[in-house]
């Protein structure tokens, strides 16, 4: 039987891995199984949250990571604004969606970690209802990016949605202090003296890295497809203007 599959050209992309990309991904997984051996094997349960602690391992290192590609989509949305740089509104594109994938995350664990501790998986309390806006505006973020417009309009459009979404995220962070809430003050960040210690914290402190690696390797790869699809749609587009003036043939002079 004759083979009909295509064979790639020479020279075309197969695949958004790289070397580094690898050695970062083998990273995330080393760190993952690490982490999940001190949280379910090494550290015990918490004298107040019991073994509802263990989703804390998760849960503020998936907003963490949320926190940091958004500032990043921020700075690169800024740098949009300035400087017309498609690199930095790709950048802005893939940083946004991967911390709106980690922000959503963060809701669904919390939503679990609130059942065991409160009794209900929604409440609408000030951190809680803070987040979901948060969430909603950067998914506004991405709607606006599937808009039909120009790249630049899209790219404008994109940028001043991404900066506006970021001034926010001081809100959510503070809103436990700013207003009454059931949701516990900040267990590492914001204090000097944290309210856990030793394999607790160590674990956590670790997933924190580890979820900041993985949100990286997401938003590397993420961005390596949206470059390729912004090159795919130029080939297509020149291709078409070739085809178009092919179809013009100036009339041939008669002897």
């Known amino acids: 039987m004759t083979d009909t599959s295509v064979a790639p050209a020479a020279g075309a992309v197969t695949s958004t891995s790289s070397g580094g990309t690898r050695i970062l991904g083998l990273i995330c997984l080393v760190g993952l199984a690490i982490v999940g051996l001190y949280a379910f094997g090494v550290t015990g349960a918490d004298v107040r949250l019991g073994e509802s602690v263990r989703i804390m391992y998760v849960h503020v290192p998936t907003v963490t990571a949320a926190y940091c590609l958004m500032i990043a989509n921020a700075g690169f949305s800024v740098f949009t604004l300035w400087k017309r740089s498609t690199f930095s509104d790709l950048a802005a594109h893939a940083t946004a969606e991967v911390g709106t994938l980690m922000l959503g995350l963060t809701l669904i664990v919390g939503a679990i970690w609130g059942r065991m501790t409160w009794g209900a998986f929604w409440v609408w309390d000030a951190r809680l209802t803070t987040t979901a806006l948060l969430f909603l505006m950067y998914l506004g973020y991405l709607a606006v990016r599937g808009l039909p417009a120009t790249p630049r309009t899209r790219a404008t459009r994109s940028a001043i ?95």
């Open 161 to 255: 949605v991404g900066i506006a979404a970021a001034c926010l995220i001081p809100v959510v962070h503070k809103s436990v202090e700013w207003w009454a809430s059931l949701h516990q003050n900040e267990t590492v960040l914001g204090k000097i003296n944290p309210n856990i210690s030793g394999n607790q914290y160590f674990t956590l402190m670790l997933a924190m890295v580890v979820f900041l690696l993985i949100g990286l390797w997401l938003s590397i790869h993420r961005f390596r497809v949206l470059w390729l699809t912004e090159r795919l749609d130029e080939v297509g587009i020149d291709a078409a203007i070739d085809d178009r003036r092919s179809e013009y043939r100036p009339p041939v002079a008669q002897p």
